[in-house]
């Protein structure tokens, strides 16, 4: 039983192409298909852009990237205004007593969300215990 098992293996194998060795099964590559060979690549110079760069719109400058950092007082508050790009980063309040805080717009900026400091990774939670 075990003989004729094994016969009728090898014959699938060797009909589907397939190279039985003693570690294992293996697949046999068909030979390529004979047909028109693609155009050779061409080499394009170093400063070259990339293809389809020309059609985008331009970088800005480096200086439109710095943040602009607005300074006010209101009240007894601190308010430090960060724009990137003409829009509205976020604003860090400081108040006169107190820790600072920071409201970031929504995306439809609208609306202003209120956190207690821009590291949105994970707060343990921690309690004052003691304070002079």
């Given at each position: 039983m075990n003989r004729r098992l094994a016969h009728s293996f090898l014959t699938c194998a060797a009909t589907a192409g397939w190279l039985v060795g003693a570690g294992g099964v293996a697949l046999a590559q068909a030979p390529a298909a004979s047909?028109?060979?693609p155009p050779p690549l061409t080499a394009q110079p170093a400063d070259a852009p990339p293809p389809g760069a020309a059609a985008t719109?331009?970088?800005?400058?480096?200086?439109?990237?710095?943040?602009?950092?607005?300074?006010t007082r209101r009240g007894t508050d601190t308010v430090?205004?960060?724009?990137?790009?003409?829009?509205?980063?976020?604003?860090?309040?400081t108040p006169r007593i107190g820790p600072p805080y920071y409201l970031v717009p929504t995306r439809s900026g609208t609306q202003f969300l209120r956190y207690d400091s821009l590291d949105f990774g994970v707060r343990p939670p921690m309690w004052q215990l003691f304070s002079w």
């Open positions: 047909g028109p060979l719109a331009p970088n800005p400058s480096d200086a439109d990237l710095e943040p602009q950092v607005t300074i430090e205004e960060v724009r990137i790009g003409g829009r509205i980063s976020y604003l860090k309040v």
